[in-house]
């Protein structure tokens, strides 16, 4: 037997292997960090094509675990999602993330990742009116990313859940576009204002056709559903140059800038805009 941090006991015997033990110790280590708020939110600023200047930044959460190092969000988000945790985590991602975009310009929005979990079996709406209400932030300037897999199972809840959201003046970009589920009836019938282009896709600009003929689509169909659309993932000048000729409104990635600290953030958006 071995004594979590938690205190709880955790039995195992020869047939849990290595990955089980590190998955229990990630668990656990997950659930304190919730609770003793070791987080860090990071933001990347995005930008408009046309005159460079900058529309906002999205908020990514960091986690620098005390032994192993920095343990990325695409490792830890789903098990917080499997635990039940991403509904403290997501309020807290809400709470920080609104308070922090207070000290930018007026005209930039904030856009926090919103877990498919939290949209379906928390109290998402709870969440955010205290994240806006805490911080006094124009609930104009905050945008939940939501992916696809989001409207698998759609139910009235969720659709309940979309106008309560979209009253308070809050608005939703797509995520990963691209990646999931192909049915395209979801983008109508729920109040999505922005698509975005999945960074897979991006990243074989110039010259994939494929991935070509994927962006050249989703741009029309945001431009006759009346989307704003993004590319994430923008790192060369020929991809965005590319995606300017095409007619892609917004970017964000490394060539534009990386995910900043909460300061950096604050200067490099009220500069205005890029170069
Ligand atoms: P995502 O929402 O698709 O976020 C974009 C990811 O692409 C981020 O990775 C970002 O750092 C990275 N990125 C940005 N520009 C570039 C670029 O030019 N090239 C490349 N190769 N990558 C770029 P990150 O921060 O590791 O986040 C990974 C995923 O974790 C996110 O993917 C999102 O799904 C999830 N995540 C992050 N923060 C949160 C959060 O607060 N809540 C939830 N539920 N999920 C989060
Ligand atoms: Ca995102
Ligand atoms: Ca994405
Ligand atoms: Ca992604």
């Not at 860090?40 to 190092?69: I, N």
């Not at 939940?144 to 308070?168: C, H, N, P, Q, Y």
């Amino acid at each position: 037997a071995k004594r979590t941090g938690t205190g709880s006991i955790v039995w195992y015997d020869s047939v849990m292997d290595g990955t089980r033990l590190q998955r229990l110790a990630l668990e656990r280590d997950l659930v304190e960090a919730v609770e003793a708020e070791t987080f860090e939110l990071v933001y990347q600023p995005q930008a408009r094509l046309s005159d460079g200047t900058w529309t906002g930044a999205e908020a990514l959460l960091r986690w620098h675990h005390p032994e192993r190092g920095f343990v990325s969000p695409a490792e830890f988000i789903p098990v917080a999602e499997e635990m039940g945790v991403i509904h403290e985590l997501g309020a807290w991602v809400l709470r920080t993330a609104c308070r922090d975009a207070q000290a930018w310009p007026a005209s930039a929005k904030v856009a926090v990742n919103v877990s498919p979990i939290q949209l379906v079996a928390g109290d998402l709406v709870a969440a955010v009116r205290a994240a806006l209400e805490g911080s006094g932030l124009d609930p104009r300037r905050l945008e939940l990313e939501i992916t696809e897999s989001a409207f698998v199972g759609e139910d009235k809840r969720l659709a309940g859940t979309f106008s309560e959201l979209l009253a308070m003046g809050v608005t939703f970009a797509l995520d990963d576009f691209g990646t999931g589920y192909s049915s395209l009836g979801y983008l109508h019938r729920f109040p999505i204002s922005k698509i975005k282009i999945d960074r897979s896709f991006v990243a074989d600009l110039p010259g994939s056709r494929p991935s070509e003929a994927v962006l050249r689509s989703v741009v029309a169909l945001a431009d006759g559903l009346g989307l704003r659309v993004i590319a994430e993932g923008v790192e060369t000048l020929a991809q965005a140059e590319w995606l300017r000729d095409m007619g892609c409104e917004e970017v964000q990635g490394y060539l534009y800038s990386r995910p900043l600290d909460r300061l950096r953030a604050v200067q490099t958006l009220s500069a205005g805009s890029f170069d």
